[in-house]
């Protein structure tokens, strides 16, 4: 089985700089962790707390994985994958958001989700 | 430092006193490593908030498989804050995902959705660390020798 998982600028440090490359897994929990696997310490940029990062965006085939049941979300070979960062930002001064260093680490869910 | 021209510096003025008082957010793009932004995409802001700015995420996949397919990549992301100053904020530094891109900070505050000069600056924001660089407002941008 194989996925093709599209990689943004910001993550290719963790893939030598490919822009995509290949991982499996019959759901998306599996296919970060055989990513994770090959490439270490990407699935700590896409996950935390067991569940996807709040400003991570993850789609499959064109759909984004929160409305396929996020890490739940069934693959099969053949699929793609394309990870990208939200382009957000804004004013808001709350501390809401502002962990040190806290790339791409909210966690508040968006979307419907299969476990809420 | 960023080279913009003319036209392209209006346009994102102009988005930015049209959507006050909530937050306006787009791109410039241009050709890979040329750090020359060509193309002007008005992003439609999903949190339509006065202090908050998030491109909707099926509009966000369809600018970078756009970007992708024309060997473009994001030179500017610009985005308007409307009672601040426009210097990066804490959520856009955390939220910087772009390291090689132009971040615009387009302020608004002082006269709203009216005539009248706006804050327009520009900074690197790389690892949480932020650089502001000078702004070249040029008639147009010059052809590139290839």
Known sequence: MAIEVRIPTILRSYTGGEKAVTADGASLSALIDSLDADHPGIKERLIENGDLRRFVNIYVNDEDVRFLGGLEAELSDGDQIVVLPAVAGGAHPTTFFASPAALLRRTTPRGPRKDR | ?146
């Open chain 2, 1 to 146: 430092m960023l080279t913009i021209d003319q036209a392209t510096y209006d346009a994102i003025v102009a988005h930015a006193k049209r959507d006050h008082p909530v937050e306006a957010c787009g791109i410039v793009a241009g050709p890979e490593g040329s750090d020359r932004p060509e193309r002007f995409i008005e992003m439609v802001n999903a949190a339509g908030s006065p202090t908050f700015y998030e491109y909707d995420s099926t509009d966000l996949l369809h600018l970078y498989k756009e970007m992708d397919e024309r060997d473009e990549e994001p030179v500017v992301i610009y985005h308007s804050h409307t009672a601040t100053e426009a210097y990066p904020s804490v959520t856009d530094v955390n939220l910087a995902s772009e390291p090689g891109a132009h971040y615009v900070l387009v302020s608004t505050r002082e006269h709203g959705n009216n005539e009248g000069p706006v804050e327009f600056r520009s900074y690197s924001i790389v690892d949480g660390v932020v650089t502001e660089e000078e702004v070249a407002v040029v008639p147009t941008l010059t052809r590139s020798e290839s």
